[in-house]
């Protein structure tokens, strides 16, 4: 239950016994003396109540009313009002007060309308946090595409960790898309707002690590002309992604630590330390413990790194997710491009379906451009390999029912028709490959 409420009000001693009153019965109270103290202060989705006097020097209870009703139409408003302004206020409810009390109120008639007005502000927030988190689903569908189990998961595991400060490591192989998850994980969070930097710690030079992540003062080496912020430093309330980066030096690695553990750097020639708030997420192919157990990686900074762990499965563990992305890649470059893509023939899906994908999303996304380009591709002609006939079959059958449940909206009936199956047919083979008809309602 919230409890937050701010009283507003020119009379200290108004002020003083309403906090006694309030404070003894469990409310979090913060007390202004003028309406102009209040709106500057206000936090956006003040998680409260506000209890205003009517008349006070300056700003009035009315006209703060009207500031917080432009701001925040659905945050409670009580009035104080003197026994001459219950017509004030009456017409102030009208216009969106929530109630008012007339002086002199008792403590029983106040934490009556408080707790009320309190029960309303709680639901219309649980409304707004449960409407944002349907919009934030439905956009993290259309960034990371995929229908199979382990995206579902995994897009649920975004969503989550998103909004808590902890360091995250992604596993997966290359071409899999793990800076496009790391980008979501910051997007859809607090820090969306801030910087995000990404690094690819193959691609620096060990001569050039310590400057690129550090930055450095002017003379610190030669050749260092003046003063350079670091990818770090620069990052300084946002996100830091660092792929490959199982490839960081071992000298940098214990530095990172560092800067993990104390939220501050030096750089390079300098001797004063600068304080830095970072959320760190990094990539790695290779587990980064047997790195560890190698000697090729620091085991302290390993576990750092690993408060969370996001696994991506490659394409040729999801084959059912692959004609929906590659539809979602020719589009894009078809409409880059300004031209129509050539249809997608069953034979080409076979070989879209059988290929394995080495190269995974990014070998696939290449594929689908050349396709739109009309250059063809030799994966869309590949012959069966990698997995059984039975195993493809079943990737091609998911796949024909997920598109059938799209299409039909979750309405079985359409389903059954469309692939003339019978009731319990469609049960068995929706129950074998977890899908559930919910998921699909009021889908396009």
Known sequence: MLNSVIVVDDEASIRAAVEQWLSLSG???????????????????????????????GMSGLQLLDRLQQADPDLPVILLTGHGDVPMAVEAMRNGAYDF???????????????????KRQLVLENRRLHEQADLKAQLENTLLGMSQGLQQLRRQVLELASLPVNVLIRGETGSG????????????PRAD?????????????????????????????????????????ANGGTVFLDEIESMPLAQ??????????????????????????????????????EA?????????????????????????????????????????????????PSLGGVQLAGLLAHDWPGNVRELANAAERHALGLGSP???????????SEQMEAFEAQ??????????????????????????????????GLVREDFLGSE
Do not use: W
């Not at 690819?200 to 260092?224: K, R, V």
């Not at 302290?300 to 490659?314: F, G, I, M, T």
């Not at 590949?382 to 006939?389: A, D, I, N």
């Open 27 to 57: 409310f979090n109270v913060q007390l202004f003396e003028r309406a102009e103290e209040c709106l500057a202060q206000l936090p956006a989705h003040f998680p409260g109540v506000i209890l205003s006097d009517v008349r006070m020097p």
């Open 101 to 119: 009390l007339e002086k002199p109120f008792t403590p029983q008639h106040l934490m009556g309308s408080l707790r009320r007005a309190l029960e």
């Open 178 to 189: 793990k800076e496009r998850v790391a980008r979501c994980l910051h997007d859809f969070g």
């Open 194 to 234: 801030k910087p995000f930097v990404a690094l690819n710690c193959a691609a620096i030079p060990e001569t050039l690590f310590e400057a690129e992540l550090f930055g450095h003062e002017s003379g610190a080496f030669t050749g260092a002309q003046g003063k350079r912020i670091g990818k770090l430093e620069y």
């Open 253 to 290: 690695q214990a530095k990172l630590l560092r800067v993990i553990q104390e939220q501050k750097l030096e750089r390079l020639g300098a001797n004063q330390s600068i304080a830095v708030d970072l959320r760190i997420i990094a990539a790695t192919k290779p587990d980064l413990l047997e």
């Open 293 to 341: 157990r190698a000697g090729r990686f620091r085991e302290d900074l390993a576990y750092r790194l690993n408060v969370a762990e996001l696994r991506l499965a490659p394409l040729r563990e999801r084959r059912e997710d692959i004609p929906l992305l590659f539809e979602h890649f020719a589009r894009a470059a078809s409409e880059r491009l300004g031209r129509n893509a």
């Open 379 to 389: 994966n869309l002609e590949s012959l069966p390999g990698g997995e059984s006939l």
């Open 400 to 433: 024909c029912l997920r598109a059938a449940l799209r299409q039909h909206k979750g309405e079985i009936k359409g389903v059954m028709e469309a692939l003339q199956l019978p009731r319990r047919t469609l049960n068995e083979k929706m129950q074998r490959h």
